[in-house]
T-cell receptor, first 114, second 116 residues
Framework: KAGVTQTPRYLIKTRGQQVTLSCSPISGHRSVSWYQQTPGQGLQFLFE???????NKGNFPGRFSGRQFSNSRSEMNVSTLELGDSALYLC?????????????FGQGTRLTVV | GNSVTQMEGPVTLSEEAFLTINCTYT??????LFWYVQYPGEGLQLLLK?????DKGSNKGFEATYRKETTSFHLEKGSVQVSDSAVYFC???????????????FGQGTILTVHP
């Protein structure tokens, strides 16, 4: 069974630009969550999608948005990039929304804003 | 809100030494507890989990017991190997409030280095 696939693996963008990251969950998984990982703030929750609906959102500005498609694939978008958005962005998929359900992570997308 | 506190790192050990990484939590409801491991350049992998009080999660020689009375979930391994060098994250999900189910709250991570 294929794991969680995130594309691209690496991105370099300029301040003010926008970026779209993609996540393909494990087949059959319907919940997709996104996390930002930085050395200073650690792992922070961005949002969760289930059945194409955002179910939960972390404490990030409106520049961060996402969506989920009918095949459960998800994208996140960051507009008007700032230097502080440089981070590893991790996607996690789960088969359902149960709180005791294991999350499977992708390898992440490393975003560098210059 | 929910929070997870891990012991300060980094932790440096010699091969075959005993490992403990402390983790305590604050959560509403009845949280599920997890340990994830991150190897260099990789995403996170689940190491073990426990979903109710007194449960013991175990995997690859690592163990952790869900202690509700002390709100702790300390990670232990009796004999570490060089290949265990990685970053370890304690995390929880809570079933309190329908919107929180999918959200993992992480500790700050502990860097473990094991020398031959």
């Amino acid at each position: 069974k294929a794991g969680v696939t995130q594309t691209p693996r690496y991105l370099i963008k300029t301040r003010g630009q926008q970026v779209t990251l993609s996540c393909s969950p494990i087949s059959g998984h319907r919940s997709v969550s996104w996390y930002q990982q930085t050395p200073g703030q650690g792992l922070q929750f961005l949002f969760e999608y289930f059945s194409e609906t955002q179910r939960n959102k972390g404490n990030f500005p409106g520049r961060f948005s996402g969506r989920q498609f009918s095949n459960s694939r998800s994208e996140m978008n960051v507009s008007t990039l700032e230097l502080g958005d440089s981070a590893l962005y991790l996607c996690a998929s789960r088969p359902n929304r149960g709180s005791n359900t294991e999350a499977f992570f992708g390898q992440g997308t490393r975003l560098t804003v210059v | 809100g929910n929070s997870v506190t891990q012991m300060e790192g980094p932790v440096t050990l010699s091969e075959e030494a005993f490992l403990t990484i402390n983790c305590t939590y604050t959560a509403t409801g009845y949280p599920s507890l997890f340990w994830y491991v991150q190897y260099p350049g990789e995403g996170l992998q689940l190491l073990l989990k426990a979903t109710k009080a007194d449960d013991k999660g175990s995997n690859k020689g690592f163990e952790a017991t869900y202690r509700k009375e002390t709100t702790s979930f300390h990670l232990e391994k009796g004999s570490v190997q060089v290949s265990d060098s990685a970053v370890y994250f304690c995390a929880l999900t809570s079933n309190a409030g329908g919107t929180s189910y999918g959200k993992l709250t992480f500790g700050q991570g502990t860097i473990l280095t094991v020398h031959p």
